[in-house]
């Protein structure tokens, strides 16, 4: 069975302050991991896509990183903005996206 | 591009009321799902369309839920003789393929008395 583990859950950082979010998964033949953002009370927002091992996008302070059991999601110099869960999904085959119970982030100023 | 959005956003019902909750998926998406998020957790998969197809099905999917797409463009979702273990964010995204992200809706909070 497809699973996703994110750790830690909880995370509390000063501004400034860089660190990494984990995502260990097991899946058969990856078709795909998903980092997403989500504010309380909404839904999910797409952050970024990963296909193969190796392979690293970034967005403004987010750096997104694959191996072929982890994925990283490194925060550079975090503000109070970056304040959320982040939660991380695999796709393998036709299958739906798994999730990961989400690391809540805390940025304090 | 307006995104997906779902209506309505909250819901409250007494046990055992039927409700129905509402998704338009970004234009031109073809895939649409339907998951549900309670507090703490990430997201399980209920089930999802490929234009009107119902193509999967997830176990949590009871007999008392029922989604439909029937033009292949919006969805709905009904939950009959709802239960508090209904309370939830039920929540809704679409995807094109070959592409495979999938882009979330806001979500509608449902709390069952």
């Known amino acids: 069975e497809d699973q996703v583990t994110q750790s830690p859950e909880a995370l509390r950082l000063q501004e400034g302050e860089s660190s990494s979010l984990n995502c260990s998964y097991t899946?058969?033949?990856?078709?795909?991991l998903f980092w997403y953002r989500q504010d309380p009370g909404k839904g999910p927002e797409f952050l970024f896509t990963?296909?193969?091992a190796g392979e690293e996008k970034e967005k403004e302070r987010l750096k997104a990183t694959l191996t072929k059991k982890e994925s990283f999601l490194h925060i550079t110099a975090p503000k109070p903005e970056d304040s959320a869960t982040y939660l991380c999904?695999?796709?393998?085959?036709?299958?739906?996206?798994?999730f990961g119970k989400g690391t809540r982030l805390s940025v304090i100023a | 591009d307006t995104g997906v959005s779902q209506d309505p956003r909250h819901k409250i019902t007494k046990r055992g009321q039927n409700v129905t909750f509402r998704c338009d998926p970004i234009?031109?998406?073809?895939?649409l799902y339907w998951y549900r998020q309670t507090l703490g957790q990430g997201p399980e998969f209920l089930t999802y369309?490929?234009?009107?197809?119902?193509?999967?099905k997830s176990r949590l999917l009871s007999d008392r839920f029922s989604a439909e797409r029937p033009k292949g463009s919006f969805s709905t979702l009904e939950i009959q003789r709802t239960e508090q273990g209904d309370s939830a964010m039920y929540l809704c995204?679409?995807?094109?393929?070959?592409?495979?992200?999938?882009?979330f809706g806001p979500g509608t909070r449902l709390l069952v008395l």
């Open positions: 995204a679409s995807s094109l393929p070959p592409m495979e992200t999938q882009y």
């Open positions: 899946v058969s033949g990856l078709r795909g």
């Open positions: 990963l296909y193969s």
């Open positions: 999904a695999a796709r393998s085959g036709n299958t739906p996206l798994v």
């Open positions: 234009s031109e998406h073809n895939r």
């Open positions: 369309f490929q234009n009107e197809a119902q193509l999967e």
